[in-house]
């Protein structure tokens, strides 16, 4: 069935009685106990339109553990300062590897495939502390802007255990050091790439605060952040990039430029229509939400909407 809704709350209601029935909800990521900790069956969903209305269903209210879905945030605030002269420090292709992986970099030379892997996200927010002295704190801005939720925050004990548990992402960003691909101190990039990470909000915090990829590169105040072919940018590189090595299954799937996290978060965008945000903790082997997937599987197809 394909409609064209003039409110999304029905499609909302019906996709969650649907994923409701569903068994098998995947396991939440365990490298920190913050994580493991939550319930693979919570399940919350917003869409937001352009003009900052915002439909949900289930947990769509309860702040989750946004993890990687933030990349999408500080990629943007990055380009909006720099532009093109970000590509010299992160490629653009999927890596086909996991979000975490080590192996491609060193044949690489140090450079990133993408910004939506671990390895790329710590350059553009390497980038972001040296532009503005304070990358967590330009993105929890934006992030209270675009939202409108001044209550959004770091979860600092999430903050604490990333660190603790930080030795992977400290392997990246040596290495890349040594590379010369990365200008701030690795203790300090860690620092400020793991506050990134803990940041704590609700589907509908997220789906509002990606609108400005709906509406074309321009923020909830009517300014502009990205030109709107930079807009269109970061939405390909989401569609290729945005689910790691699950990236050509989730366009097969769900035919919409996207983001995933590791605490069950996905963003996606319909590009002039609405922005969407998914949560559910459970996650299958490649890191993504397995009930949340399968919601943006059921919108595209109840709804019709696709970038194709
Ligand atoms: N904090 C996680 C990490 O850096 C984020 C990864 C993710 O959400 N995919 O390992």
Known sequence: MTTSPTSFGPVLERIAEEIERTPGRGRPAD??????????????????????TVYGVGDWREPFSAQ?????????????????????????????????????????????????????????????????????????????????????????EVAASESAHGDRNAALAHFMASYGNIDNPVPVLLEQYFRQCSVAASCADLALAASFLARHGVRADGTRLLTRSQAKQVNAIMLTCGTYDAAGD??????????????????????????????????????????GVAALDRFNTLTGLSVF
Request: proline share 7%; hydrophobic share 40%.
């Open 31 to 52: 490298y920190i106990p913050a994580l493991a900790a939550r319930d693979p069956r919570r399940f919350g969903m917003a869409v937001a339109e352009p003009d900052g």
């Open 68 to 156: 990687s879905v933030t990349k999408v945030f500080t990629l943007a605030l990055v380009l909006a300062r720099e532009g093109d002269a970000l590509w010299e420090h992160v490629g653009r292709e999927p890596s086909g590897n996991r979000f975490n992986s080590l192996v491609q970099l060193e044949y690489e030379d140090g450079i990133p495939r993408n910004p939506f892997i671990n390895a790329g996200a710590l350059v553009v927010t390497d980038r972001l502390h040296t532009r503005s002295g304070d990358a967590a704190g330009e993105l929890l801005a934006f992030l209270r802007a675009e939202s409108g939720n001044p209550q959004l925050g770091f979860d600092e």
């Open 250 to 291: 989730f366009a097969y799937r769900v035919g919409l430029p996207g983001k995933s996290g590791v605490g069950g978060g996905i963003i996606a965008v319909v590009p002039g229509r609405c922005t969407l945000c998914v949560w559910s903790p459970g996650l299958d082997e490649r890191g993504n939400s397995v009930a």
